[in-house]
């Protein structure tokens, strides 16, 4: 994966979307599309005004693994956050919603100040 910041912005290239990921010993499975959401789900964001962008489901007792939708339209900045949101979920899902989105925040914070530039070739 190729992740490269830009002095205004940021974009991405090269980037392949493997379809399984193990997080702490736990097998996931990763879609890259828009996740979809409950009734109750969709009323929720309307509510808040926000906007799913990406999706965790914990595995489950007698589920082969959890699973992680992560939509892959997102603007660069959004779906960089949303993986290390989402990836950070299936790490420590004892953790709640407010403390996930707290951590991956500061850390792509930390990310964009510091000018990051992330390669894997
Ligand atoms: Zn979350």
Redesign the pocket.
């Known amino acids: 994966m190729i992740l490269t910041s830009l002095w205004m912005g940021w974009y991405i290239g090269n980037v392949s979307f493997p379809k399984t990921h193990y997080f702490r010993g736990k097998v996931y499975n990763l879609r890259w599309r828009k996740p979809s959401m409950t009734k109750k789900e969709r009323k929720q964001h309307k509510k808040a005004g926000l906007q799913l962008m990406?999706k965790?489901t914990p595995p489950y007792y007698g589920s082969a693994g959890g699973m992680i939708t992560i939509d892959k339209s997102l603007p660069m900045e959004d779906f960089a956050d949303t993986t290390l949101?989402?990836a950070l979920?299936a790490c420590f899902p004892d953790l709640d919603?407010s403390a996930?989105?707290e951590a991956s925040e500061d850390i792509t914070k930390l990310f964009k100040r510091m000018g990051m530039k992330i390669s894997f070739e």
């Open positions: 990406g965790h949101h989402e979920h919603e996930i989105t």
